[in-house]
């Protein structure tokens, strides 16, 4: 046989060969090509609660689920501990040095990185007058300073009165708070000098051995941390009205945030949003559930007088805002026109 007619007889052959081989070469690419498509953007995060708290499992339930669902795939989290893990005021440089990306921190403490924004749990108004008059954009530039992005809100106490005042001694009129020694975190302490009560410094794990032992008289905190604590069982009054809102935000590494496509930035947003929304009305529900279980436990519950009541509240206020003012100079009277409504 002639090349000629053995090139004729074997061509075909050779040529269904070589793109048999290239489709298998193609074949063989695709899976890797769409694994690393489907690779998923991983954000850690940490919290100074435990993750069996019921405000971490709602975040869980509200943000971190809105989130997987918004992002199709193209996020993941996971969730690298409570205070067994970071010491609640390291979380703030914990986050700006990326050893988390994200976290659910005490807006005070977070004060050590972000100027003034502690002030946010002054706030008179919603959360979605926060994000249109400018609050939340406020926020996150002091944020930035930083290192970090605000994400917005964890929770927040819509009637505005998420902290309360545990006793074991009744007051009832301003003399009364001269005589007291109040266990106070960096939310209350400003709020305690000023109603005259003398102050004594408190990790909330320390707050049920406190009242226990009689170290302090009382100590303003959220119902719902009070019950999950089992404090209400050492506890004889709560007085009323509360003051104050949530003092529990979200923030991110600000590398973290930057690195994210527009895309997933808004999926971020968006899942705050929900979960902000979310939270809220649990959290109204688990207050309810909480007062009625300080009430199971024998615990009275009174209304100070009108005048009283005014006072409390305004001092609360009033005190708190004198305080940022005395540290943050620059920040606070912008932050005090957002906080009470204003542009």
């Not at 046989?1 to 053995?6: A, D, E, I």
């Not at 694994?35 to 499992?57: C, D, R, Y």
């Given at each position: 046989?002639?090349?000629?007619?053995?090139?004729?007889?074997?061509?075909?052959?050779?040529?269904?060969?070589?793109?048999?081989?290239?489709?298998?070469?193609?074949?063989?690419?695709?899976?890797?090509?769409?694994?690393?498509?489907?690779?998923?953007?991983?954000?850690?995060?940490?919290?100074?609660?435990?993750?069996?708290?019921?405000?971490?499992?709602?975040?869980?339930?509200?943000?971190?689920?809105?989130?997987?669902?918004?992002?199709?795939?193209?996020?993941?989290?996971?969730?690298?501990?409570?205070?067994?893990?970071?010491?609640?005021?390291?979380?703030?440089?914990?986050?700006?040095?990326?050893?988390?990306?994200?976290?659910?921190?005490?807006?005070?403490?977070?004060?050590?990185?972000?100027?003034?924004?502690?002030?946010?749990?002054?706030?008179?108004?919603?959360?979605?007058?926060?994000?249109?008059?400018?609050?939340?954009?406020?926020?996150?530039?002091?944020?930035?300073?930083?290192?970090?992005?605000?994400?917005?809100?964890?929770?927040?106490?819509?009637?505005?009165?998420?902290?309360?005042?545990?006793?074991?001694?009744?007051?009832?009129?301003?003399?009364?708070?001269?005589?007291?020694?109040?266990?106070?975190a960096t939310a209350a302490r400003a709020a305690t000098e000023g109603w005259g009560a003398a102050p004594v410094n408190?990790?909330?794990?320390?707050?049920?051995?406190?009242?226990?032992?009689?170290?302090?008289?009382?100590?303003?905190?959220?119902?719902?941390?009070?019950?999950?604590?089992?404090?209400?069982?050492?506890?004889?009054?709560?007085?009323?009205?509360?003051?104050?809102?949530?003092?529990?935000?979200?923030?991110?590494?600000?590398?973290?945030?930057?690195?994210?496509?527009?895309?997933?930035?808004?999926?971020?947003?968006?899942?705050?949003?929900?979960?902000?929304?979310?939270?809220?009305?649990?959290?109204?529900?688990?207050?309810?559930?909480?007062?009625?279980?300080?009430?199971?436990?024998?615990?009275?519950?009174?209304?100070?007088?009108?005048?009283?009541?005014?006072?409390?509240?305004?001092?609360?206020?009033?005190?708190?805002?004198?305080?940022?003012?005395?540290?943050?100079?620059?920040?606070?009277?912008?932050?005090?026109?957002?906080?009470?409504?204003?542009?």
């Open positions: 046989m002639n090349k000629g007619k053995l090139f004729k007889s074997i061509g075909p052959i050779l040529t269904g060969l070589f793109f048999l081989t290239l489709m298998i070469a193609v074949a063989g690419t695709q899976p890797a090509f769409a694994q690393q498509k489907a690779e998923a953007i991983n954000l850690n995060w940490a919290t100074f609660m435990p993750g069996s708290h019921p405000e971490v499992i709602g975040f869980n339930r509200g943000f971190i689920s809105k989130a997987l669902e918004l992002s199709k795939g193209r996020l993941a989290f996971k969730f690298r501990g409570g205070p067994e893990a970071f010491a609640p005021v390291d979380l703030p440089k914990v986050t700006q040095s990326g050893i988390v990306d994200f976290a659910i921190i005490l807006a005070g403490i977070a004060e050590t990185t972000c100027p003034g924004v502690g002030a946010t749990i002054l706030s008179r108004i919603s959360v979605d007058e926060e994000r249109k008059n400018g609050t939340y954009a406020y926020m996150d530039q002091l944020s930035n300073k930083g290192g970090l992005h605000y994400m917005g809100r964890h929770s927040m106490a819509t009637d505005f009165q998420f902290f309360h005042l545990f006793l074991n001694k009744k007051v009832e009129n301003p003399e009364d708070f001269k005589k007291l020694r109040l266990g106070t408190l990790q909330m794990t320390d707050y049920y051995t406190a009242l226990e032992r009689n170290t302090v008289d009382g100590i303003p905190s959220p119902p719902t941390n009070w019950v999950s604590s089992g404090c209400q069982a050492v506890t004889k009054y709560m007085a009323q009205p509360g003051f104050y809102t949530s003092s529990l935000v979200v923030v991110m590494n600000l590398n973290t945030w930057n690195k994210l496509p527009q895309d997933l930035q808004e999926v971020i947003n968006d899942a705050m949003r929900y979960s902000e929304k979310m939270l809220g009305e649990v959290y109204a529900e688990d207050k309810a559930k909480s007062i009625q279980k300080v009430r199971e436990a024998k615990v009275e519950i009174y209304d100070f007088s009108p005048d009283t009541a005014k006072w409390f509240v305004e001092t609360a206020y009033e005190s708190a805002w004198a305080y940022q003012m005395k540290r943050f100079p620059k920040e606070t009277p912008r932050l005090k026109t957002l906080l009470s409504g204003g542009k």
